[in-house]
C-alpha cells in the first residue's frame, strides 16, 4: 500500500535549535497537510499546500515555523529557534484535492519532536 | 466556524462486546464528510470508516458502522464483537471544502477506548 512517509521518526533538541521535518506524500496526492498533536490542543491544522503552492498557512505561528514544498515528493516543516512548547507530534497528510473531495486524507507515523 | 466534540474522554469494555462513541459536529456547510479515525499507540492515524452527508444510509466497514443523524448533527460510531486489537485512541473528524483551497479537516479531542480481556 502507498503510505505518507515522515522523517525524523523521533527527535531531541535542546531549545534554540532548528528543527527539520521532512514529508513524502503518497504519488499523485496533490494536496499536502501538516498537523500538531498536542495532549492539550488535539489535532491542529498547521498549514496545507496544493500543488506545491501553499494554500493557508493561518494555524502556524509565522515568527518560527515555515513550511515548503520544494518539490512534489518533499514537504518540508521548519521550525527555528525552536521552543519548548513546541514539543508535539507532528503528522503530514496528504490526499486529492478539490474533484476528489470526498477522498479522505492519508496520514504518516508523525515526528514526535522534543525540545528540550 | 466547523466543530467536532467527543464528550467520552475515555470508555473501557470487554472483549467481544459492542461498544459506541460519540460525536456531535457544527457546520454551516451543505457539502461535507465524516470520518472516524483510529490512533493506536503505535501513532498511526488510520481510517476506520467514512460518511457522506448527502446520503441517508448509515455506512457499514465490517465491525464498524455509524449511526448518522444529520438533523441532530451526530455521527456515532459503533464497534461490533470489538478485539483486543481495537485499543486506540478514536477521533471524529469534519471535511469540507472551503470557497478557496482545498479541503479541510477538524478533529474532536478523542476518545480512548481500552478493550479489556
Known amino acids: 500500500d502507498a503510505r505518507v512517509t515522515q522523517t525524523p521518526r523521533h527527535k531531541v533538541t535542546e531549545m534554540g535549535q532548528e528543527v527539520t521535518m521532512r514529508c513524502q506524500p503518497i504519488l499523485g496526492h496533490n494536496t499536502v497537510f501538516w498537523y500538531r498533536q498536542t495532549m492539550m490542543q488535539g489535532l491542529e491544522l498547521l498549514a496545507y499546500f496544493r500543488n506545491r503552492a501553499p494554500l493557508d498557512d493561518s494555524g502556524m505561528p509565522k515568527d518560527r515555523f515555515s513550511a515548503e514544498m520544494p518539490d512534489a515528493t518533499l514537504a518540508t516543516l521548519k521550525i527555528q529557534p525552536s521552543e519548548p512548547r513546541d514539543s508535539a507530534v507532528y503528522f503530514c497528510?496528504?490526499?486529492?484535492?478539490?474533484?476528489?473531495?470526498?477522498?479522505?486524507?492519508?496520514f504518516g507515523d508523525g515526528t514526535r519532536l522534543s525540545i528540550l | 466556524a466547523q466543530t467536532v466534540t467527543q464528550s467520552q474522554p475515555e470508555m473501557s469494555v470487554q472483549e467481544a462486546e459492542t461498544v459506541t462513541l460519540s460525536c456531535t459536529y457544527d457546520t454551516s456547510e451543505n457539502n461535507y464528510y465524516l470520518f472516524w479515525y483510529k490512533q493506536p499507540p503505535s501513532r498511526q492515524m488510520i481510517l476506520v470508516i467514512r460518511q457522506e452527508a448527502y446520503k441517508q444510509q448509515n455506512a457499514t466497514e465490517n465491525r464498524f458502522s455509524v449511526n448518522f443523524q444529520k438533523a441532530a448533527k451526530s455521527f456515532s460510531l459503533k464497534i461490533s464483537d470489538s478485539q483486543l486489537g481495537d485499543t486506540a485512541m478514536y477521533f471524529c473528524a469534519l471535511m469540507w471544502k472551503p470557497l478557496q483551497g482545498a479541503q479541510k479537516l477538524v478533529f474532536g479531542q478523542g476518545t480512548r477506548l481500552t478493550i479489556n480481556p
Open positions: 497528510a496528504s490526499g486529492l484535492g478539490l474533484s476528489q473531495s470526498n477522498q479522505p486524507q492519508h
